[in-house]
């Protein structure tokens, strides 16, 4: 039997939001496994959804950058929120989200590409930075996106600027159809995305072994409701359709109209404009999503920036 700690205890109830005791015997019953735990306190009905988001806490700005057929976007943290509004910061995550063109997804080769107009890579540009500005920062990470034919379209919610803001979304589209009319269907479903922070693009991009977690949850939770087998095969199903609604981009409901699936307004959108048009992947940046900032007064913050 693993020790149950009382940091394992706090670190269950800051991730499920479940009482002491509850965490407390649902480690011993699962033998101090965090992840089991949680799906036992699913289970018991204790907990919220495991996919419950981190605190966004970090500080900075989400960059954009569109190009045609291609995309990319950028998180570039720092501590506070001064610098979020600080001209020099912002013209520099501009600069990043364009690199990012054509560094593609690697966050390493990105922070190594000479930076325009400097002798300097960006990695060596953001340490001077952090010595001009006077806060500490870091380039978190980047991704692109492109199709052969067709749009990449983006939408940036709380933008301070154009292509700056809280929320980055890339949606790519694959179709022969006039690019201007399917971008107005592209930055349509990238405001969706924002709001609706899907987890995949299809189901076939669901992690099998995500799909039988939920399922084995689904089942005992059905389970303790004394149905027949028959009867519980049925609820989970229906059950394992509304986790589909909920984390998978084509089986949500477009927000903009609250009633037709993605899916749906994407083959709505191929009659339209008189070419098949097909979704070949997303992504969705919020700045500081899953990182923790050590909390302080806001006095506290003022303090700090002054005595720089």
């Given amino acids: 039997m693993a020790e149950i700690t009382a940091a394992l205890v706090k670190g269950l109830r800051e991730k499920t939001g479940a009482g002491m005791m509850d965490c407390k015997k649902a480690l011993a019953e699962t033998n101090g496994d965090m992840e089991a735990a949680v799906d036992w306190l699913r289970t018991k009905g204790l907990a919220a959804a495991a996919k419950k988001a981190g605190r966004t806490a970090s ?4 960059g954009v950058c569109v190009d045609g057929t291609r995309g990319a976007v950028v998180e ?11 001209e020099i910061f912002q013209g520099f995550v501009e600069s990043l989200a364009r690199l990012a063109l054509d560094a593609g997804s690697d966050r390493d080769a990105l922070a190594a590409t000479p930076f325009p107009g400097e002798a300097r890579t960006v990695a060596e540009q953001v340490t001077h930075l952090i010595a001009t500005i006077g806060e500490n920062m870091n380039l978190r990470r980047t991704a692109a996106l492109s199709v052969e034919q067709g749009v990449v379209s983006s939408y940036v919610h709380t933008a301070i600027r154009p292509g700056l803001g809280k929320i980055g979304v890339l949606v790519a589209l694959s179709s022969a159809a006039d690019p201007a009319k399917l971008d107005e269907v592209g930055r349509q479903i990238a405001m969706h995305v924002a709001a609706a922070a899907p987890q995949f693009a299809t189901i076939a991009e669901v992690d099998p072994a995500a799909i039988e977690r939920e399922r084995a949850v689904l089942t005992e939770q059905a389970r303790e409701s004394g149905k027949p087998e028959a009867i519980i095969e049925k609820m989970v ?6 986790f589909y609604e909920e984390v998978v981009l084509t089986e949500q409901v477009f927000v903009i109209d609250g009633e037709t699936r993605i899916a749906k307004v994407l083959e709505n959108a191929g009659k339209t404009l008189g070419s098949p048009v097909t979704l070949k992947g997303f992504v969705r940046y919020q700045l500081g999503e899953g990182i923790e900032k050590e909390v302080s007064d806001f006095a506290a913050e003022v303090a700090a920036q002054l005595s720089r």
């Fill in 76 to 86: 570039m943290n720092a501590e506070t929120d001064f610098v979020a509004r600080n």
């Fill in 237 to 242: 199903e229906g059950r394992l359709r509304k």
């Fill in 59 to 62: 500080e900075g700005l989400v």
